[in-house]
């Protein structure tokens, strides 16, 4: 555990499938958690059970997908293996804080679970607020829609 100071900001995060917009969750977490906590709840909201790697991507130019992307990305701390100056817009998700990351209500930005079966998801910033004395974080907060099964060919 990390010897930081805890935040006095909490964030509300939506966070939709991307190719079933109706399917959503809701979480909220404290300003001192990081990404990582962001993909624990999020992995525990979708009802998930076999962990693979992932990454959150902030899109600073055109489609992220194309070779030229400049943003940032945040991945799994297992899959982060930093060489010095070849990729300088990746970083650990267990480094960044919500707080560092400077968020504003309305940013949007995405989320990929599981580089071979690709769960893509948008994330929404909902709302910044002051946090609430002895609530839990993180914390699922709303839902829309059942989660989808993690493997659905393999359990048909």
């Known amino acids: 555990m990390t010897n930081r100071m805890q935040s ?11 190719h079933r917009r109706s399917t959503w969750r809701s979480v909220v977490l404290r300003g001192d958690q990081t990404l990582e906590d962001l993909h624990d709840v ?6 998930r059970y076999d962990e ?7 899109p600073s130019g055109p489609d992220r997908r194309t070779a030229s992307f ?14 010095a100056g070849f990729e300088p817009n990746r970083f650990s998700a267990s480094g960044a804080t919500l707080e560092s990351l400077k968020f504003t209500v309305g940013q949007t930005f995405e989320y990929l679970f599981d580089f071979g079966d690709e ?8 709302s910044i607020d002051p946090s ?9 907060v709303g ?11 393999s359990e048909e």
């Not at 693979?52 to 902030?58: P, V």
């Not at 769960?119 to 909902?126: Q, S």
């Not at 609430?132 to 699922?140: C, L, N, T």
């Not at 839902?143 to 060919?153: A, F, I, N, T, V």
Request: charged fraction near 25%; hydrophobic fraction near 35%.
């Open 132 to 140: 609430a004395v002895g609530a839990p974080y993180p914390r699922i």
């Open 42 to 47: 999020i992995f525990s909201a979708f009802d």
């Open 52 to 58: 693979h790697l992932y990454s959150f991507y902030f």
């Open 119 to 126: 769960w893509w998801h948008e994330i929404a910033v909902e």
């Open 143 to 153: 839902q829309r829609g059942p989660s989808p099964l993690q493997y659905p060919e």
């Open 70 to 83: 400049k943003g940032r990305e945040y991945t799994a701390p297992r899959g982060f293996h930093p060489l």
């Open 8 to 18: 006095t900001r909490e964030y509300r995060f939506k966070v939709r499938l991307k």
